[in-house]
């Protein structure tokens, strides 16, 4: 069965510096692998897949994650932290299937101006 | 146009009472999902349809009944009312609900059982 541990439950950073934000999975099959971000009182958005292509993946608003087969590592980078990037950031896991998705307990990152 | 949307947004009602969450998406989308948001922030499957057929049903009490009319709706609803259903009920789609596919998620219904 597929589990995904983000390995920090809150990161902090200062604007302008980079962020990472780590997860690890675990899965018996090739999986998918995805990281949603939730902004405060709303619903979840897409930031980036990885899918079995390219295993560096670009996503929206810079961010970008790189698949790790020997680390069973998806971290998710973005070179320069924004305000606006404070939010609560989820990686999932799918596998193949009618498999449901498995969320991680998510990360907080909280920017510092 | 939003894409998913649920109603209400706020839900606070009693112990043993009964409510409906409802969700509709305007994606053209096969497959439809609830999902269970804790207080820690934890998100959980909690049924997923596809094309108004149920798919997946996870550990979930048989007081919650998913019922979906048309491929565009999938309405949650609650018997009996617990304070532990208190959470943030978030209803998505996809297209077909194949392996790898995104889902899109709603902005999600807080519900509060007092």
């Known amino acids: 069965a597929q589990s995904v541990t983000q390995l920090d439950s809150h990161v902090s950073v200062s604007e302008g510096t980079p962020v990472l934000l780590r997860c690890n999975y675990s899965s018996s099959y090739s999986p998918s692998l995805f990281w949603y971000v939730q902004h405060p009182n709303k619903g979840l958005q897409l930031l980036l897949k990885y899918t079995s292509a390219a295993t560096l993946v670009k996503g929206i608003n810079g961010f970008e994650a790189e698949f790790k087969k020997s680390e069973t590592s998806f971290h998710l980078t973005k070179p320069s932290a924004h305000m606006s990037d404070a939010a609560e950031y989820f990686c999932?896991?799918?596998?193949?299937?009618?498999?449901?998705?498995?969320f991680g307990k998510g990360t907080r990152l909280s920017v510092i101006a | 146009d939003t894409a998913v949307s649920q109603t209400p947004k706020y839900l606070v009602t009693q112990m043993g009472n009964d409510k409906s969450i409802k969700c509709e998406q305007n994606l053209g989308h096969d497959t439809m999902y609830w999902y269970k948001q804790d207080s820690k922030k934890f998100l959980k499957i909690m049924f997923s349809y596809n094309n108004k057929e149920l798919i997946i049903n996870e550990t979930v009490p048989n007081r919650f009944s998913p019922k979906s009319p048309d491929k565009a709706h999938l309405n949650l609803h609650i018997n009996s009312l617990e304070l532990g259903d208190s959470a943030v009920y978030f209803c998505?789609?996809?297209?077909?609900?194949?392996?790898?596919?995104?889902?899109?998620f709603g902005p999600g219904t807080r519900l509060l059982v007092l």
């Open positions: 998505a789609s996809s297209q077909d609900g194949s392996f790898g596919e995104t889902q899109y």
């Open positions: 999932v896991v799918s596998e193949a299937g009618n498999t449901p998705l498995v």
